[in-house]
C-alpha cells in the first residue's frame, strides 16, 4: 500500500467560520435583492458553499459547475474543459462565482471568459483562499477568504488524489 501524507493544520474549523462569516457580511450587503446565482466550482468548493450560504438569508439560486484541471497530480494542466454545465439561464443575472482555492489563476481566468461570455448582469469571485505566490494570469478576486502560502492544501474539501476533502480544517501537506 502506498504511504499517504498526514495533514497538519492550517487553519482551524473556528477560523475558517470566522473567515466564512465575513465573506458573507460582505456579500449580503452586496447582493441583498439581487437574487444572484451563486456558481460553486466542484469539487473543491461543495463545503465552503454549504456553509456560506446558510449564512445568506436571502433569495438566491445555487448553481455547481464542474471543470477538468488537476487531475490527479498536483500541477494545473493549463488545459481546461467545462465537465458539467449550469442547469439555469444565466444572461442578465448577477453571477457570484465560489472557488476554494485561486491558484495559478488558469482555472479560475477560463471560467470567468466562460461566464462573461454569456451575458451575465455582472459576474464577481469570491474564494476562500488565494494563492498568490504562484498566479501566472492575473485574477479579481471580488470577496477573499484567507492568502495561503505556497503549500498543497487539503481539507475542507480540498483532496489529495481525492482523499482528504471532509477533513474540518484547512490543512497541508508535505
Ligand atoms: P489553478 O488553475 O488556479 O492553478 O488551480 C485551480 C484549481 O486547482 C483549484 O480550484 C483547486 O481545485 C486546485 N488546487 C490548486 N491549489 C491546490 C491546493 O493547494 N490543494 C488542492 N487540493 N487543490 C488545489
Ligand atoms: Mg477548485
Do not use: H
Request: net charge positive.
Amino acid at each position: 500500500m502506498s504511504s499517504q501524507p498526514k495533514p497538519r493544520i492550517l487553519f482551524t474549523r473556528d477560523e475558517i467560520d470566522a473567515t466564512v462569516n465575513r465573506l458573507a457580511a460582505e456579500i449580503k450587503k452586496d447582493y441583498l435583492g439581487k437574487s444572484p446565482i451563486l456558481i460553486g466550482v466542484l469539487k473543491g468548493s461543495f463545503m465552503f458553499m454549504a456553509d456560506l450560504v446558510r449564512l445568506l438569508d436571502f433569495p438566491l439560486e445555487v448553481e455547481f459547475i464542474r471543470l477538468s484541471s488537476y487531475g490527479r497530480g498536483r500541477e494545473s494542466s493549463g488545459k481546461i474543459k467545462v465537465v458539467q454545465g449550469l442547469r439555469s439561464e444565466i444572461r442578465g443575472r448577477n453571477l457570484l462565482v465560489i472557488e476554494d482555492i485561486v491558484d495559478t489563476g488558469l482555472t479560475i481566468s477560463f471560467l470567468l471568459d466562460y461566464l462573461r461570455k454569456k451575458k451575465p448582469a455582472s459576474l464577481k469571485l469570491c474564494a476562500l483562499t488565494d494563492k498568490p505566490s504562484r498566479r501566472q494570469t492575473p485574477v479579481t478576486i471580488d470577496y477573499l477568504g484567507l492568502t495561503v502560502p505556497d503549500k498543497f492544501l487539503v481539507g475542507y474539501g480540498l483532496d489529495w488524489d481525492e482523499k482528504f476533502r471532509n477533513l474540518p480544517d484547512i490543512c497541508f501537506v508535505e
